[in-house]
């Protein structure tokens, strides 16, 4: 099976910073695309930023300020969060496609992290 573990979540001044990390474990062979998602009180769950062998994209509410990152070596995935407003209060979530051992056989699917909040204050 495979985990995603993220870390960094907290609560911050408007105008401030954070970075998320996540971490993928488990048997996996490869990870297509790695991202987050956020998901705000009362609100569906959206993306927030991608980064995948197809390039890298971020939402258009955090372009400028949000920046993903990615270390294959490490089956990692982070994002630097800048100028912090209000509206980015939700719980985030990591996300990977990933291809991965379960015995004898290969399975691609989608996983998720348990998310980790992050508050703005303004």
């Known amino acids: 099976q495979v985990q995603l573990v993220e870390s960094g979540g907290g609560v911050v001044q408007a105008g401030g910073s954070l970075r998320l990390s996540c971490s993928a474990s488990g048997s996996i062979i490869s990870i297509n695309s790695m991202g987050w998602y956020r998901q705000a009180s009362g609100n569906q769950r959206e993306l927030v930023a991608r980064i995948s062998s197809g390039g890298i994209n971020h939402a258009d509410s955090v372009k400028g300020r949000f920046t993903i990152s990615r270390d294959n070596a490490k089956n990692m995935v982070s994002m630097q969060m800048n100028s912090l407003k209000p509206e980015d209060t939700a719980v985030y979530y990591c996300?990977?496609?990933?291809?991965?051992?379960?015995?004898?056989?290969?399975?691609?699917?989608?996983?998720w992290g348990q998310g980790t909040q992050v508050t703005v204050s303004s």
């Open positions: 996300n990977a496609h990933v291809r991965y051992l379960d015995g004898a056989y290969i399975y691609t699917r989608e996983r």
